[in-house]
């Protein structure tokens, strides 16, 4: 099972993104732009645009995933892998779902492997 293949990456992505917007003497938990508490409360509009700037970053970094997307996505919208993220985000366990990058791609696998594609 793929779920948890790129959270050490994605995890790693966010962190440094967020140690760049924080001064090092405040100390603060990571800061997310989006997270998992915000996205629902987002436009649907808004969350179309995240999920596939989430999806795109996901192609460009995280090969483990990119034939089973490549398989699994082909010819879906994005409005119909919003609905995906929309409907699975409540459902993910807690780890799978720490930042809403992490969550994006756990749904999407989740979905696929759901659908019988498999991941390697």
């Given at each position: 099972m793929q779920l948890m293949s790129a959270v050490p990456g994605l995890a790693a992505l966010i962190f440094a993104a967020a140690s760049f917007a924080q001064t090092p003497s405040q100390p603060s938990p990571l800061?997310?732009?989006?997270?998992?508490?915000?996205?629902?409360?987002l436009p649907v509009n808004e969350r179309q645009s995240y999920v596939a700037g989430v999806l795109d970053t996901d192609r460009l970094l995280f090969?483990?995933?990119?034939?089973?997307?490549a398989a699994c996505l082909n010819?879906?919208?994005?409005?119909?892998?919003?609905?995906?993220?929309?409907?699975?985000?409540?459902?993910?366990?807690?780890?799978?779902?720490?930042a809403m990058p992490v969550a994006v791609h756990n749904a999407l696998?989740?979905?696929?492997?759901?659908r019988g594609f498999k991941g390697s």
């Open positions: 800061v997310q732009a989006i997270s998992p508490d915000l996205y629902p409360k090969r483990q995933s990119k034939a089973q997307f010819g879906k919208t994005i409005a119909q892998l919003t609905d995906v993220v929309d409907r699975s985000l409540p459902t993910l366990e807690p780890v799978l779902r720490t696998i989740r979905d696929c492997e759901r």
